[in-house]
């Protein structure tokens, strides 16, 4: 069991669900976010803080032998933006782990947009396959792993580097049949990364265990997760609902969707 688990970004939707679900990984669960908390649990520590602001990042780090990195900007956005949440704040909270009395293991919410170019057809592994981001926000992704390595690589501070594809209740399109996570997956997993006795530096996606998919995880098999669940209990449903995407549309030809096609932000 872990002392002290921090969940960064613990107030957005899949923060919020590590907060619900995961307390029992830990004595004291650190829950941080910039606002919007609420009451703190019986085993909790609200902190409120900008990933961008480096002393309070490490101060929130420091004694935390467990993170669950979920905060930051978690769809497209401007580049200062994506630099000052992204960039600036896994800086911060690597250099706080680096400083921290104690060595945390960290899982980190990275995204399947660093591949969102390749073609639906085809099939990757998180190890071997390369990164073909599909916009600023992606490539804040493929920044952070590069840094989880790294820190790695020459400190030891174990990452598991997630590539969280759908995780919503429900597929809401037909490019999400392949990259849908459920919550119950997602949790199970989390729940690996922190109990596995070496977990290392892997990278893989976070995708529950789909008829169609487009990602294979062979590389982290020995973490001993097996998603669950499967988009299919889904399919009439959005059949019903909504025509899928022509084969000349970007959610039907890249694994990112429209992510593909978004523009450049300006603040
Ligand atoms: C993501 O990375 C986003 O955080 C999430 O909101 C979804 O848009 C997801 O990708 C997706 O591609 O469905």
Avoid at 66 to 93: D, P, Q, R, Y
């Amino acid at each position: 069991m872990l002392e002290r688990l921090l969940i960064t970004g613990a107030n957005g939707s899949l923060g919020s669900i590590c907060r619900q679900r995961l307390g029992h990984l830990a004595k004291t669960v650190r829950v941080s976010a910039r606002r919007d908390l609420g009451e703190a649990g019986p085993n909790e520590e609200l902190v409120f803080c900008d990933l961008d602001d480096k002393a309070a990042v490490e101060a929130m780090v420091e004694g935390c032998d467990g993170i669950i990195h979920m905060g930051g900007k978690a769809v497209e956005g401007s580049w200062e933006t994506v630099k000052a949440a992204n960039i600036e704040g896994m800086f911060n909270l690597y250099e706080g782990a680096r400083k921290s009395s104690v060595r945390p293991r960290i899982l980190f919410a990275s995204s399947h947009h660093v591949t969102g170019f390749h073609r639906q057809t085809a099939r990757l592994n998180a190890e071997t396959s390369p990164v073909r981001p599909d916009g600023l926000y992606a490539v804040s992704k493929v920044f952070g792993e590069a840094l989880a390595r790294m820190y790695f690589d020459k400190f030891g501070i174990e990452t598991a580097s997630v590539r969280i594809g759908s995780c919503f209740p429900e597929p809401s399109s037909h490019r999400m049949m392949s990259s849908w996570l459920s919550a119950d997956d997602m949790v199970a997993l989390a729940e690996r990364i922190f109990n596995v006795p070496r977990l290392g530096c892997p990278v893989l996606y976070g995708v529950s265990d789909n008829a169609s998919t487009w990602w294979d995880n062979s590389t982290a098999g020995y973490l001993g997760w097996s998603p669950k669940d499967s988009s299919e209990q889904f399919r009439s449903k959005l059949d019903a609902e909504q025509t899928p995407p022509k084969h000349d549309e970007a959610d039907a030809i890249y694994q990112g969707g429209l992510f593909c096609t978004d523009v450049i932000h300006e603040d």
